[in-house]
């Protein structure tokens, strides 16, 4: 898409900022303005290893989707998904059954024009506070042909929940879903306690546009997650969920602050 079609879909402006075009941008993408690419760059600016940290978010994504998929899952139900570009789920898997969600129009909006007509490709708004209402909902429900034997993907997405939104969404989930299905999701922890005036000022760019912005422990992360079950690979690192070297991640990345991302693959058993 050019950059003259994506400001012509209704309700975009290029120059505010947009959080799933900023996305984008740090994941080396072309769907995004100037309003786009500097607040990102300000936000690089506050914490320089977040480009770094969200690639590799999005390569455990797109790890995960090839794993599962040789295991037989067919459906995959994503949640914050941001932009449908060609790095996303539906990329990997171009004969599964993908369903994009969203809470923002704007991103709906390009995200369904990203897509075109793929009729392997929904995508849908979606509150992931209500989660167990959007699941029952008749259009998902033919999307999916009533199949409830799923992949969640839920990447990125705690650290903007209270701690009762993240338990309720995970809770939800499991109680719709089909024994054996899975649950794909990714942890941002910093050692408790330690902060820096520019980790302050990037939490407060979240609190600014009305988001919850809140890190766990890992141990609280896999206890909001119940009743789901970590899988045979268990919990671990992005690094080594990517199977990266040691070395991939430097005292720098972790900006003064102990940050460490886990990814993990649950179970409904």
């Keep these: 898409m050019s950059h003259l079609e994506l400001a012509r879909i209704p309700g975009v402006n290029p120059d505010v900022p947009n959080a799933a075009r900023i996305y984008d941008y740090t994941l080396g993408g072309t769907h995004h303005f100037e309003a786009d690419r500097q607040a990102a760059e300000f936000m690089f600016s506050l914490v320089p290893s977040t480009r770094k940290w969200v690639r590799m978010l999005r390569a455990c994504l797109r790890t995960a989707a090839q794993r599962l998929s040789q295991d037989g899952f067919g459906h995959w139900v994503d949640f914050a998904s941001g932009l449908p570009t060609e790095d996303h789920v539906h990329a990997v898997l171009p004969h ?13 909006a390009t995200g369904r024009h990203l897509l075109g007509d793929n009729p392997q490709v929904r995508y849908l708004e979606c509150d ?3 989660a167990g209402d959007f699941l029952r909902r008749p259009d998902v429900e033919a999307f999916l042909g009533g199949e409830r034997r799923v992949v969640f993907g839920a990447n990125g997405i705690t650290v903007f929940l209270t ?5 309720r969404f ?3 989930l499991y109680d719709w879903a ?3 299905s899975k649950l794909f999701a990714t ?3 910093k050692t408790p306690g330690l902060t820096t005036p520019k980790w302050e000022q ?12 809140s890190l766990y422990s890992l141990p609280e992360y896999l206890e909001l997650c119940a009743p789901w079950t970590p899988g045979p690979g268990g919990v671990k690192t992005v690094r080594e969920f990517l199977g990266l070297p040691e070395d991939h991640i430097t005292e720098e990345d972790r900006e003064g602050l102990g940050i460490e991302f886990y990814a993990v693959v649950f ?3």
């Design 178 to 180: 089909a024994p054996g």
């Design 128 to 130: 992931i506070r209500t």
């Design 170 to 172: 995970f809770r939800d």
């Design 267 to 269: 179970e409904k058993r």
């Design 187 to 189: 942890f941002e922890t």
């Design 163 to 167: 701690t009762e939104e993240n338990r």
């Design 202 to 213: 990037f939490v407060g760019m979240f609190q600014k546009m009305g988001e919850t912005f």
């Design 96 to 108: 599964a059954k993908v369903l994009y969600s969203d809470v923002n129009p704007l991103t709906i």
